[in-house]
């Protein structure tokens, strides 16, 4: 069965280094999601792709997160520098359609961040 | 935007019991989901019910939606300690582009 691949499983790093995180969505699936999850809460999106094109980061803290997905395909999440408030679980998810409501959303196992 | 919040925010049960979580909403919606994360991993969709349903199943599962009272519930008949996990509702925001959880219900199910 096909998954959402997220690399690394855990990272741990010090405040203010740079940390990245990637994602592999399901093979075809148009939309791309990274979501932020504290511990004890929900997922927050922090960015949206369609395709190769950003359709949604007003979560995203510009100042010190970007992401990218250039071919339209497999995408990074950077944090630079990191903070310690950024210690999260960051996950990756794909649906098929290029609209995300109604439609089954793929997670990845997820990459655990601790900032030190 | 809009988001769902779950009700209780925690549940501890004995294996064979019947777990109900439920979810509240502010804003119309055409659809609503519910999802489970085991701890540490990944979220997993459940079910989808559209804003046209009642009621919906699968397996020991049991979705409802209430319209007028902007409410869905989840029923989990028969429960097993393998059932213990975070389950979310998650609904359309006001755009329908982006789907927003809540914060979750932890069910915990004691052998």
């Known amino acids: 069965e096909a998954e959402v691949a997220q690399s690394p499983r855990y990272k741990i790093t010090e405040k203010s280094q740079a940390v990245a995180f990637w994602c592999d969505p399901i093979?075809?699936?148009?939309?791309l999601y990274w979501y932020r999850q504290i511990l004890g809460q929900g997922p927050e999106l922090l960015v949206q792709f369609q395709d190769e094109s950003v359709v949604d980061d007003s979560q995203l803290p510009k100042d010190r997160f970007s992401a990218e997905r250039l071919k339209g395909v497999d995408s990074t999440l950077k944090i630079q520098p990191a903070e310690l408030g950024d210690s999260a679980m960051y996950l990756c998810?794909?649906?098929?359609?290029?609209?995300?409501?109604?439609?089954?959303?793929?997670f990845g196992e997820g990459s655990w961040l601790t900032v030190v | 935007s809009q988001q769902g919040e779950e009700d209780p925010q925690a549940l501890s049960i004995q294996e064979g019991e019947n777990a109900t979580m439920n979810c509240s909403y502010k804003?119309?919606?055409?659809?609503l989901q519910w999802y489970r994360q085991n701890s540490g991993r990944g979220l997993v969709h459940l079910i989808l019910i559209r804003s046209n349903e009642r009621e919906k199943h699968s397996g020991r599962l049991r979705v409802t939606l209430d319209t007028s009272k902007k409410s869905s519930s989840l029923l989990i008949t028969a429960s097993r300690a393998a059932d213990t996990a975070s389950y979310f509702c998650a609904t359309p925001d006001t755009g329908g582009f982006k789907t927003i959880f809540g914060a979750g219900t932890r069910l915990f199910v004691k052998a």
């Open positions: 998810a794909s649906t098929r359609d290029r609209q995300a409501s109604g439609n089954t959303i793929y």
């Open positions: 804003t119309s919606i055409n659809n």
């Open positions: 093979s075809g699936h148009a939309t």
